[in-house]
Protein backbone atom coordinates (compact mmCIF):
# COMPACT_ATOMS: atom_id res chain seq x y z
CA UNK A 1 0.00 0.00 0.00
CA UNK A 2 1.09 3.79 -0.70
CA UNK A 3 1.63 5.79 2.16
CA UNK A 4 0.58 9.57 1.19
CA UNK A 5 3.67 11.61 0.60
CA UNK A 6 2.64 14.28 3.42
CA UNK A 7 1.90 11.37 5.53
CA UNK A 8 5.78 10.41 5.19
CA UNK A 9 7.31 14.54 5.83
CA UNK A 10 4.51 14.53 8.87
CA UNK A 11 6.24 10.87 10.69
CA UNK A 12 9.80 12.14 9.56
CA UNK A 13 9.50 15.83 11.09
CA UNK A 14 7.60 13.98 14.37
CA UNK A 15 10.39 11.15 15.22
CA UNK A 16 13.25 14.04 14.93
CA UNK A 17 14.75 15.68 17.91
CA UNK A 18 13.38 19.19 18.80
CA UNK A 19 16.50 21.11 19.88
CA UNK A 20 16.84 22.97 23.09
CA UNK A 21 15.97 26.77 21.17
CA UNK A 22 12.66 25.77 19.79
CA UNK A 23 11.78 24.71 23.73
CA UNK A 24 12.86 28.34 24.81
CA UNK A 25 16.27 26.20 26.56
CA UNK A 26 19.55 25.91 25.81
CA UNK A 27 20.94 23.27 23.37
CA UNK A 28 21.60 20.46 26.20
CA UNK A 29 17.78 20.06 26.43
CA UNK A 30 16.04 18.56 23.84
CA UNK A 31 12.77 17.05 22.61
CA UNK A 32 12.75 13.56 21.71
CA UNK A 33 9.06 12.31 20.53
CA UNK A 34 6.99 12.39 24.12
CA UNK A 35 10.45 12.63 26.11
CA UNK A 36 12.31 15.53 26.96
CA UNK A 37 16.06 15.38 27.32
CA UNK A 38 18.26 16.65 29.58
CA UNK A 39 22.41 16.24 28.61
CA UNK A 40 24.61 17.59 30.71
CA UNK A 41 26.66 20.40 29.15
CA UNK A 42 30.17 19.93 30.99
CA UNK A 43 29.84 23.73 32.79
CA UNK A 44 29.88 22.01 35.98
CA UNK A 45 26.48 23.31 36.76
CA UNK A 46 23.24 21.46 35.10
CA UNK A 47 20.93 23.37 37.11
CA UNK A 48 19.34 25.70 35.04
CA UNK A 49 19.07 23.07 32.49
CA UNK A 50 17.15 20.65 34.79
CA UNK A 51 14.98 23.60 35.77
CA UNK A 52 14.15 24.97 32.05
CA UNK A 53 13.32 21.04 30.98
CA UNK A 54 11.15 21.00 34.53
CA UNK A 55 9.68 24.39 33.84
CA UNK A 56 8.27 23.67 29.91
CA UNK A 57 7.50 19.85 30.97
CA UNK A 58 4.95 21.71 32.99
CA UNK A 59 3.59 24.04 30.73
CA UNK A 60 3.30 21.79 27.73
CA UNK A 61 2.27 18.85 29.33
CA UNK A 62 4.97 16.62 28.63
CA UNK A 63 5.28 13.64 31.64
CA UNK A 64 8.71 12.43 30.72
CA UNK A 65 11.74 14.05 31.46
CA UNK A 66 15.17 12.20 30.48
CA UNK A 67 18.60 12.66 32.38
CA UNK A 68 20.23 11.18 29.42
CA UNK A 69 24.28 11.89 30.65
CA UNK A 70 25.82 10.20 33.31
CA UNK A 71 26.79 12.57 35.82
CA UNK A 72 24.83 16.16 36.55
CA UNK A 73 25.50 19.00 39.19
CA UNK A 74 22.89 20.72 40.08
CA UNK A 75 21.40 23.41 43.21
CA UNK A 76 17.70 23.96 43.83
CA UNK A 77 15.08 22.74 41.46
CA UNK A 78 11.63 22.62 41.29
CA UNK A 79 8.33 22.30 39.38
CA UNK A 80 4.51 23.01 40.61
CA UNK A 81 2.05 21.00 39.63
CA UNK A 82 3.89 18.66 37.47
CA UNK A 83 3.06 15.14 36.46
CA UNK A 84 5.09 13.17 35.25
CA UNK A 85 8.60 10.96 35.86
CA UNK A 86 12.50 12.73 36.72
CA UNK A 87 14.21 9.91 35.36
CA UNK A 88 18.35 8.28 34.74
CA UNK A 89 19.42 5.20 33.37
CA UNK A 90 19.71 3.17 36.47
CA UNK A 91 20.99 3.57 39.78
CA UNK A 92 24.28 3.01 38.61
CA UNK A 93 24.26 4.83 35.52
CA UNK A 94 23.40 8.30 36.44
CA UNK A 95 24.87 10.79 39.25
CA UNK A 96 23.35 13.39 40.43
CA UNK A 97 25.32 15.67 42.96
CA UNK A 98 23.77 18.48 44.87
CA UNK A 99 26.46 21.50 44.92
CA UNK A 100 28.10 22.46 48.49
CA UNK A 101 26.13 25.88 49.00
CA UNK A 102 23.68 25.86 46.39
CA UNK A 103 20.68 26.09 48.26
CA UNK A 104 19.55 28.83 50.90
CA UNK A 105 18.59 27.50 53.53
CA UNK A 106 18.74 30.44 56.00
CA UNK A 107 14.65 31.19 56.25
CA UNK A 108 13.20 27.75 55.64
CA UNK A 109 14.51 24.72 55.31
CA UNK A 110 16.62 24.17 51.76
CA UNK A 111 15.19 21.92 48.85
CA UNK A 112 17.23 20.56 46.10
CA UNK A 113 14.50 18.82 43.77
CA UNK A 114 11.29 20.19 44.92
CA UNK A 115 7.49 19.26 43.92
CA UNK A 116 4.24 21.32 44.84
CA UNK A 117 1.31 19.42 44.30
CA UNK A 118 1.23 17.36 41.20
CA UNK A 119 1.95 13.56 40.56
CA UNK A 120 6.00 13.38 40.61
CA UNK A 121 8.18 10.55 40.60
CA UNK A 122 11.70 10.33 40.99
CA UNK A 123 13.13 7.69 39.16
CA UNK A 124 17.02 5.41 38.39
CA UNK A 125 19.39 7.33 39.75
CA UNK A 126 21.66 8.45 42.68
CA UNK A 127 21.79 11.72 44.31
CA UNK A 128 24.86 12.64 46.38
CA UNK A 129 24.61 15.24 49.02
CA UNK A 130 27.33 16.83 50.95
CA UNK A 131 26.87 20.65 52.38
CA UNK A 132 24.42 21.98 50.42
CA UNK A 133 23.29 24.84 52.77
CA UNK A 134 24.80 28.06 51.76
CA UNK A 135 23.27 29.73 54.88
CA UNK A 136 21.43 27.63 57.61
CA UNK A 137 21.89 24.21 58.90
CA UNK A 138 19.02 21.89 57.11
CA UNK A 139 17.85 20.96 53.37
CA UNK A 140 15.62 17.98 51.76
CA UNK A 141 17.51 16.31 48.86
CA UNK A 142 13.76 15.76 47.67
CA UNK A 143 10.59 16.97 48.71
CA UNK A 144 6.79 16.72 47.97
CA UNK A 145 4.99 19.56 49.16
CA UNK A 146 1.73 21.66 49.12
CA UNK A 147 1.10 24.56 46.91
CA UNK A 148 2.82 27.10 48.73
CA UNK A 149 1.48 29.85 46.63
CA UNK A 150 -2.12 28.79 47.86
CA UNK A 151 -2.21 26.34 50.85
CA UNK A 152 -5.57 25.07 50.31
CA UNK A 153 -3.87 23.07 47.37
CA UNK A 154 -2.75 20.76 48.95
CA UNK A 155 -2.88 17.34 47.12
CA UNK A 156 0.84 15.62 46.13
CA UNK A 157 1.53 12.46 44.90
CA UNK A 158 4.66 11.57 45.70
CA UNK A 159 6.75 8.73 44.18
CA UNK A 160 10.79 7.59 44.71
CA UNK A 161 11.71 4.69 42.93
CA UNK A 162 15.35 3.30 42.29
CA UNK A 163 16.96 5.81 43.94
CA UNK A 164 20.25 5.71 45.98
CA UNK A 165 20.45 9.12 48.37
CA UNK A 166 23.91 9.18 49.94
CA UNK A 167 25.21 11.88 52.26
CA UNK A 168 28.60 12.34 54.27
CA UNK A 169 26.58 11.49 57.69
CA UNK A 170 28.00 13.90 60.61
CA UNK A 171 31.17 14.72 58.46
CA UNK A 172 28.95 16.98 56.59
CA UNK A 173 28.21 20.71 58.11
CA UNK A 174 24.71 20.47 57.27
CA UNK A 175 21.31 18.95 58.74
CA UNK A 176 20.25 16.66 55.54
CA UNK A 177 16.72 14.56 55.23
CA UNK A 178 16.43 12.43 52.25
CA UNK A 179 12.73 12.62 51.23
CA UNK A 180 10.07 14.87 52.95
CA UNK A 181 6.40 15.05 52.50
CA UNK A 182 4.82 17.55 54.08
CA UNK A 183 2.88 21.26 54.36
CA UNK A 184 4.78 23.65 51.99
CA UNK A 185 6.86 25.87 54.00
CA UNK A 186 4.35 29.13 54.46
CA UNK A 187 1.64 27.18 55.01
CA UNK A 188 0.26 25.89 58.15
CA UNK A 189 1.29 22.75 59.48
CA UNK A 190 -1.91 21.82 61.52
CA UNK A 191 -4.97 23.33 59.38
CA UNK A 192 -3.21 22.77 55.85
CA UNK A 193 -2.04 19.59 55.87
CA UNK A 194 -0.34 17.85 52.90
CA UNK A 195 -2.90 15.48 51.48
CA UNK A 196 -2.30 12.78 48.35
CA UNK A 197 0.43 9.86 48.75
CA UNK A 198 3.96 9.21 49.14
CA UNK A 199 5.48 5.74 47.95
CA UNK A 200 9.48 5.23 48.47
CA UNK A 201 10.33 1.73 46.54
CA UNK A 202 13.31 -0.17 46.18
CA UNK A 203 15.70 2.53 47.24
CA UNK A 204 19.06 2.75 49.34
CA UNK A 205 19.40 5.89 51.38
CA UNK A 206 23.05 5.97 53.52
CA UNK A 207 24.84 8.22 55.54
CA UNK A 208 22.03 11.08 56.45
CA UNK A 209 20.68 12.72 59.58
CA UNK A 210 16.93 11.89 58.26
CA UNK A 211 16.11 9.42 55.71
CA UNK A 212 11.95 9.48 55.16
CA UNK A 213 9.57 12.57 56.79
CA UNK A 214 6.27 12.55 56.87
CA UNK A 215 3.46 14.54 57.62
CA UNK A 216 0.45 13.89 55.74
CA UNK A 217 -3.08 14.25 56.72
CA UNK A 218 -6.48 13.19 55.54
CA UNK A 219 -6.00 9.64 55.81
CA UNK A 220 -3.05 9.85 52.60
CA UNK A 221 -1.28 6.95 51.95
CA UNK A 222 2.35 5.86 52.50
CA UNK A 223 4.47 3.28 51.34
CA UNK A 224 8.10 2.78 52.27
CA UNK A 225 8.88 -0.85 50.43
CA UNK A 226 11.86 -2.78 50.04
CA UNK A 227 14.73 -0.15 50.82
CA UNK A 228 17.73 -0.14 52.67
CA UNK A 229 18.75 2.39 55.16
CA UNK A 230 22.50 2.38 57.18
CA UNK A 231 24.01 4.85 58.81
CA UNK A 232 21.04 7.39 59.11
CA UNK A 233 20.61 9.30 62.22
CA UNK A 234 17.05 8.52 62.19
CA UNK A 235 15.64 6.54 59.41
CA UNK A 236 11.98 6.80 59.17
CA UNK A 237 10.42 9.53 61.09
CA UNK A 238 6.56 10.71 61.13
CA UNK A 239 5.24 13.50 63.34
CA UNK A 240 1.85 15.03 63.51
CA UNK A 241 0.20 12.61 60.64
CA UNK A 242 -3.21 11.01 59.75
CA UNK A 243 -1.57 8.97 57.29
CA UNK A 244 -1.91 4.75 56.55
CA UNK A 245 1.79 4.05 56.11
CA UNK A 246 2.49 0.83 55.40
CA UNK A 247 6.62 0.08 55.96
CA UNK A 248 7.39 -3.34 54.28
CA UNK A 249 10.21 -5.72 53.91
CA UNK A 250 12.67 -2.70 54.47
CA UNK A 251 16.35 -3.46 55.91
CA UNK A 252 17.24 -0.78 58.59
CA UNK A 253 20.45 -0.80 60.72
CA UNK A 254 19.96 1.56 63.74
CA UNK A 255 22.16 2.59 66.37
CA UNK A 256 24.80 3.00 64.36
CA UNK A 257 25.84 6.05 64.18
CA UNK A 258 27.77 7.92 66.55
CA UNK A 259 29.28 11.47 66.97
CA UNK A 260 25.59 13.11 67.10
CA UNK A 261 24.99 15.60 70.35
CA UNK A 262 23.30 13.65 73.13
CA UNK A 263 20.51 16.03 72.96
CA UNK A 264 19.21 15.65 70.06
CA UNK A 265 18.65 11.66 70.33
CA UNK A 266 19.98 10.51 66.67
CA UNK A 267 21.76 7.96 66.50
CA UNK A 268 19.50 5.22 68.04
CA UNK A 269 16.17 4.10 66.79
CA UNK A 270 15.19 3.25 63.39
CA UNK A 271 11.61 3.99 63.16
CA UNK A 272 9.73 7.05 65.02
CA UNK A 273 6.16 7.55 65.36
CA UNK A 274 4.93 10.59 67.21
CA UNK A 275 2.02 12.95 68.10
CA UNK A 276 1.90 16.46 70.04
CA UNK A 277 -1.16 18.61 70.55
CA UNK A 278 -1.19 19.57 66.86
CA UNK A 279 -1.92 16.31 65.40
CA UNK A 280 -5.17 14.72 63.76
CA UNK A 281 -6.68 12.76 65.56
CA UNK A 282 -6.22 9.12 63.86
CA UNK A 283 -3.39 7.76 62.44
CA UNK A 284 -2.17 4.31 61.39
CA UNK A 285 0.85 2.58 61.11
CA UNK A 286 1.93 -0.95 59.75
CA UNK A 287 5.30 -2.09 60.07
CA UNK A 288 6.03 -5.43 58.12
CA UNK A 289 8.09 -8.31 57.33
CA UNK A 290 11.04 -5.96 57.75
CA UNK A 291 14.53 -6.54 59.14
CA UNK A 292 15.65 -4.29 62.01
CA UNK A 293 19.29 -4.35 63.30
CA UNK A 294 20.81 -2.85 66.14
CA UNK A 295 24.45 -1.66 64.93
CA UNK A 296 25.56 -1.55 69.23
CA UNK A 297 26.92 1.68 69.28
CA UNK A 298 25.52 2.32 72.28
CA UNK A 299 23.64 0.83 75.19
CA UNK A 300 19.71 1.68 74.20
CA UNK A 301 19.40 1.35 70.88
CA UNK A 302 15.42 1.52 70.15
CA UNK A 303 13.75 -0.16 66.58
CA UNK A 304 10.76 1.16 66.83
CA UNK A 305 9.25 4.41 69.34
CA UNK A 306 6.08 5.31 69.68
CA UNK A 307 4.66 7.99 71.52
CA UNK A 308 1.92 10.83 72.34
CA UNK A 309 2.05 14.26 74.03
CA UNK A 310 -0.81 16.81 74.45
CA UNK A 311 -3.58 14.67 73.68
CA UNK A 312 -4.42 11.53 73.02
CA UNK A 313 -5.35 10.02 69.58
CA UNK A 314 -6.51 6.50 68.15
CA UNK A 315 -3.22 5.32 66.53
CA UNK A 316 -4.13 1.44 65.43
CA UNK A 317 -0.93 -0.20 65.19
CA UNK A 318 0.31 -3.46 63.34
CA UNK A 319 4.04 -4.98 63.89
CA UNK A 320 4.19 -8.10 62.42
CA UNK A 321 6.64 -10.31 60.39
CA UNK A 322 9.97 -8.39 60.81
CA UNK A 323 12.73 -9.77 62.59
CA UNK A 324 14.42 -7.40 65.16
CA UNK A 325 18.25 -8.14 65.55
CA UNK A 326 19.19 -7.55 68.79
CA UNK A 327 22.79 -6.94 70.43
CA UNK A 328 24.15 -8.15 73.50
CA UNK A 329 25.69 -4.93 75.14
CA UNK A 330 22.16 -3.16 74.74
CA UNK A 331 20.55 -2.75 78.37
CA UNK A 332 18.63 -0.17 78.29
CA UNK A 333 16.91 -0.22 74.94
CA UNK A 334 13.72 -1.51 73.08
CA UNK A 335 12.51 -3.29 69.68
CA UNK A 336 9.21 -1.93 70.03
CA UNK A 337 8.53 0.63 72.91
CA UNK A 338 5.02 2.30 72.72
CA UNK A 339 3.83 4.96 75.11
CA UNK A 340 0.30 6.08 75.45
CA UNK A 341 -0.48 4.00 72.26
CA UNK A 342 -3.52 1.84 72.30
CA UNK A 343 -5.03 -0.86 69.93
CA UNK A 344 -1.84 -2.75 69.07
CA UNK A 345 -1.06 -6.29 67.37
CA UNK A 346 1.87 -7.66 67.69
CA UNK A 347 2.27 -10.92 65.68
CA UNK A 348 4.63 -13.26 63.89
CA UNK A 349 7.84 -11.30 64.62
CA UNK A 350 11.18 -12.56 65.34
CA UNK A 351 13.08 -11.60 68.07
CA UNK A 352 17.14 -12.24 68.06
CA UNK A 353 19.80 -11.31 70.73
CA UNK A 354 19.24 -9.22 73.70
CA UNK A 355 17.27 -5.52 73.79
CA UNK A 356 16.60 -3.66 77.74
CA UNK A 357 12.78 -4.80 76.65
CA UNK A 358 11.43 -6.05 73.09
CA UNK A 359 8.43 -4.71 73.36
CA UNK A 360 7.36 -2.25 76.05
CA UNK A 361 4.18 -1.02 76.59
CA UNK A 362 3.09 1.60 78.84
CA UNK A 363 1.28 4.49 80.04
CA UNK A 364 3.34 8.06 79.86
CA UNK A 365 4.31 10.34 82.97
CA UNK A 366 1.67 13.36 82.24
CA UNK A 367 4.69 15.33 84.25
CA UNK A 368 6.66 14.67 81.60
CA UNK A 369 4.33 15.90 79.37
CA UNK A 370 2.52 12.70 78.07
CA UNK A 371 -0.82 12.05 77.48
CA UNK A 372 -0.92 9.69 80.69
CA UNK A 373 -3.74 7.12 79.80
CA UNK A 374 -4.81 3.75 80.29
CA UNK A 375 -3.08 1.18 77.89
CA UNK A 376 -5.93 -1.31 76.10
CA UNK A 377 -6.25 -3.47 73.29
CA UNK A 378 -3.00 -4.78 72.57
CA UNK A 379 -2.68 -8.57 71.71
CA UNK A 380 1.33 -9.77 71.54
CA UNK A 381 0.45 -13.46 69.93
CA UNK A 382 2.46 -15.91 67.23
CA UNK A 383 6.02 -14.42 67.95
CA UNK A 384 9.20 -16.31 68.37
CA UNK A 385 11.30 -15.49 71.29
CA UNK A 386 13.33 -18.64 71.54
CA UNK A 387 16.46 -16.90 70.24
CA UNK A 388 16.61 -13.81 72.72
CA UNK A 389 18.37 -13.27 75.51
CA UNK A 390 16.76 -9.84 76.57
CA UNK A 391 16.30 -9.55 80.48
CA UNK A 392 12.87 -8.82 79.95
CA UNK A 393 10.73 -9.69 76.44
CA UNK A 394 7.91 -8.04 77.27
CA UNK A 395 7.57 -5.31 79.78
CA UNK A 396 3.50 -4.42 80.54
CA UNK A 397 3.69 -1.50 82.20
CA UNK A 398 2.24 1.87 84.26
CA UNK A 399 -1.71 1.91 83.04
CA UNK A 400 -1.70 -1.36 80.98
CA UNK A 401 -4.68 -3.94 80.97
CA UNK A 402 -6.73 -6.60 78.82
CA UNK A 403 -3.03 -7.04 77.09
CA UNK A 404 -3.37 -10.23 75.67
CA UNK A 405 0.20 -12.23 75.52
CA UNK A 406 -0.36 -15.62 73.61
CA UNK A 407 0.66 -19.16 74.06
CA UNK A 408 3.25 -20.74 71.59
CA UNK A 409 6.02 -17.98 71.45
CA UNK A 410 8.90 -19.93 72.88
CA UNK A 411 8.35 -18.79 76.56
CA UNK A 412 9.15 -14.90 76.86
CA UNK A 413 9.77 -13.56 79.75
CA UNK A 414 6.85 -11.47 80.96
CA UNK A 415 6.86 -8.30 83.78
CA UNK A 416 3.42 -7.42 83.95
CA UNK A 417 3.08 -4.28 86.03
CA UNK A 418 -0.29 -4.04 86.51
CA UNK A 419 -1.50 -7.79 86.83
CA UNK A 420 -4.21 -6.82 84.89
CA UNK A 421 -3.40 -8.83 81.67
CA UNK A 422 -4.18 -11.88 80.35
CA UNK A 423 -0.77 -13.48 80.21
CA UNK A 424 -1.01 -16.98 78.78
CA UNK A 425 2.54 -17.79 78.96
CA UNK A 426 5.25 -16.81 80.29
CA UNK A 427 9.26 -18.34 81.29
CA UNK A 428 10.18 -16.32 84.90
CA UNK A 429 14.24 -17.62 84.73
CA UNK A 430 17.21 -16.26 83.05
CA UNK A 431 17.97 -16.96 79.32
CA UNK A 432 21.07 -19.26 79.53
CA UNK A 433 22.92 -16.82 76.93
CA UNK A 434 22.02 -13.26 79.06
CA UNK A 435 25.23 -11.61 80.26
CA UNK A 436 24.18 -8.12 82.05
CA UNK A 437 27.79 -6.35 82.54
CA UNK A 438 28.27 -2.85 82.41
CA UNK A 439 29.17 -1.93 78.85
CA UNK A 440 31.90 0.31 78.07
CA UNK A 441 30.16 1.89 75.07
CA UNK A 442 28.45 5.50 75.23
CA UNK A 443 25.43 5.26 77.53
CA UNK A 444 21.82 6.90 75.96
CA UNK A 445 18.87 8.11 77.25
CA UNK A 446 15.92 6.07 78.43
CA UNK A 447 13.07 5.52 75.98
CA UNK A 448 10.90 7.68 77.38
CA UNK A 449 13.85 10.70 77.17
CA UNK A 450 14.67 9.88 73.92
CA UNK A 451 11.68 9.95 72.31
CA UNK A 452 10.75 13.77 73.75
CA UNK A 453 14.71 14.30 72.16
CA UNK A 454 13.76 13.03 69.20
CA UNK A 455 10.73 15.61 69.41
CA UNK A 456 12.26 18.35 69.79
CA UNK A 457 14.71 17.63 66.94
CA UNK A 458 11.78 17.34 64.06
CA UNK A 459 10.13 19.80 65.69
CA UNK A 460 13.17 22.66 65.22
CA UNK A 461 12.98 21.23 61.59
CA UNK A 462 8.86 21.76 61.08
CA UNK A 463 10.15 25.36 62.61
CA UNK A 464 12.10 26.06 59.55
CA UNK A 465 9.40 25.64 57.29
CA UNK A 466 7.61 28.89 58.52
Known amino acids: ?43 SDDTENLQCALDFAVEAGFRDIFLSSSSYDIGAVGARG ?68 NCSARTVFGNVDRVVITGTGTQGSDTIVGVTADVAPGC ?7 LGTLKVNRSELLDLEFGVRTSIGGGGQVDINYNSMDRIGLPISILNANQSTTILANKVTFNDVDSYEASSGLGTT ?19 NNTLTD ?10 LVG ?12 SGNTFQGVSVNTAGGGLVAIDTQDGLISGNKFRSAAGNWIDLSSGDAS ?10 WAIVANDFAASTASTDILLGEGTSGAIVGRSQGFPKV ?32 PTDLFHMQLLTLMRLDSLRN
Open 1 to 43: MRVPFFLLIFVAFTSTAVNGQDLDCSSAVTLNGGTIEVASDNS
Open 82 to 149: FQGDLRGRSKGSTLVSIENGALDCSDTIGTAIEFQVGNASIRNMTISVDSPCSAGTAASVIAFYSNAA
Open 188 to 194: DSSDQKV
Open 270 to 288: AIYVGSTAASPDTNTTTIK
Open 415 to 446: NDLTGANDVLESYTASNAALAQQRSPLRPTAA
Open 368 to 377: QGFVGRDILG
Open 308 to 319: QTGKAIAHNMTV
Open 295 to 304: GGLSVGGVAI
